[in-house]
Structure formats: structure tokens, C-alpha cells
């Protein structure tokens, strides 16, 4: 049970930590997520914005 909720934990921080270096690659290192495929400012939980998912 715990090991379970520690993966989930450290998932959820690589994906914080990925969606940050993604803003700074953007050139917004105040925002704290960035789309991987225009660089538009996301919710923390997000990769990718709605148009580019569309395009994938």
C-alpha cells in the first residue's frame, strides 16, 4: 500500500518537474507547466495543449 502511494507520489513530481523544464525550454521559467508540442502555458497535469493533441 505504501509502495503504491510512493510511485504515484514520484510520478506526479516527474511529471511537475518535465512540465517545468518544458516552460523554461519555452522561455517562461515563471510558468510551471508549458506544452511539449507549441510552448503555450498548461495546467500543471497536462502535456500537451488541445490543438496540438489534435494534430498528433
Not at 9 to 17: D, N, P
Amino acid at each position: 500500500m505504501f509502495e503504491s502511494q510512493y510511485n504515484d507520489e514520484m510520478e506526479a513530481e516527474v511529471r511537475r518537474l518535465e512540465g517545468k523544464q518544458r516552460a523554461i525550454a519555452a522561455g517562461h521559467p515563471e510558468w510551471d507547466n508549458a506544452c511539449a508540442g507549441c510552448g503555450c502555458e498548461l495546467p500543471v497535469n497536462a502535456v500537451v495543449c488541445g490543438e496540438c493533441e489534435g494534430k498528433g
